[in-house]
């Protein structure tokens, strides 16, 4: 009862809203928006910026694909609109674009931390990362030893890797990305968003590969986007 007092408050404050397909009220972060266009074509607005009424669907990819197949736009709207085709695997293509850009801004603004010796020594200073980026085809070594680093500080890491060194390194404009980290901040909370949406969006097939070193035994738990 308590947590849904909660997100009844969210939606009242203008912080959450209403699946179309679920029913359930949860935090617009962990839903994706979309409008109907002039002409009714069924477009994603992933800032939430957009013009007209808001239809809402959380973000991950059976719900996506439950309001393509349901007509769950046409019945929120209340008339016929036009869906395009692919439209889930376009909403993925959208949030890897605004993941990338928004990680080349945080490199642009001097905020990111590349490199493994850097962003272990990032965990020690005065503004340590709260949002560890690994690069998913990057060894579990690393990881696990960066993971470690931060918690013996005391950190409360997020840790994101739900992109491959080939799309890090595009989106740093840098070549053989594997680990990278950033502290806390509007821009760190918005990579975060996008990338737990990223995964929960994602084709299995269009996730990247992972390299798995299984001696290493199991990894610690964390918040991980993966």
């Not at 308590?2 to 617009?28: L, M, W």
């Not at 994603?44 to 059976?62: E, F, H, N, Y």
């Not at 990579?191 to 994602?202: C, Y």
Request: glycine content about 6%; hydrophobic content about 45%.
């Amino acid at each position: 009862m308590r947590h849904a007092q909660r997100h009844d408050q969210d939606a009242q404050d203008g912080r959450s809203r209403r699946c179309i397909v679920t029913g359930e009220v949860r935090p617009d972060s962990e839903l994706i928006r979309f409008v109907a266009a002039p002409d009714d074509q069924v477009v994603p607005d992933l800032a939430a910026k957009l013009p007209g009424r808001g239809m809402w669907v959380s973000a991950d990819r059976a719900s996506l694909e439950r309001a393509v197949a349901r007509n769950a736009f046409a019945r929120s709207a209340k008339r016929a609109l036009i869906i395009p085709p692919g439209l889930t695997d376009h909403v993925a293509a959208l949030l890897l674009r605004r993941l990338a850009d928004d990680l080349g801004l945080a490199r642009k603004a001097g905020s990111l931390v590349l490199g493994f010796d850097k962003v272990a020594r990032a965990f020690a200073s005065h503004r340590p990362p709260v949002l560890l980026i690994e690069a998913a085809d990057g060894a579990e070594d690393g990881r696990r030893k960066l993971l470690a680093l931060a918690r013996a500080q005391g950190l409360g890491i997020k840790l994101l890797d739900c992109l491959n060194s080939q799309e890090l390194s595009l989106a740093l404009g840098r070549e053989n990305v594997v680990h990278a980290a950033l502290p806390s901040g509007q821009l760190a909370d918005r990579i975060a968003m996008n990338a737990r949406r990223l995964a929960a969006v994602r084709a299995p097939e269009q996730a990247p590969n992972r390299r798995m070193e299984h001696k290493a035994g199991p990894m610690p738990a964390t918040e991980r986007y993966e």
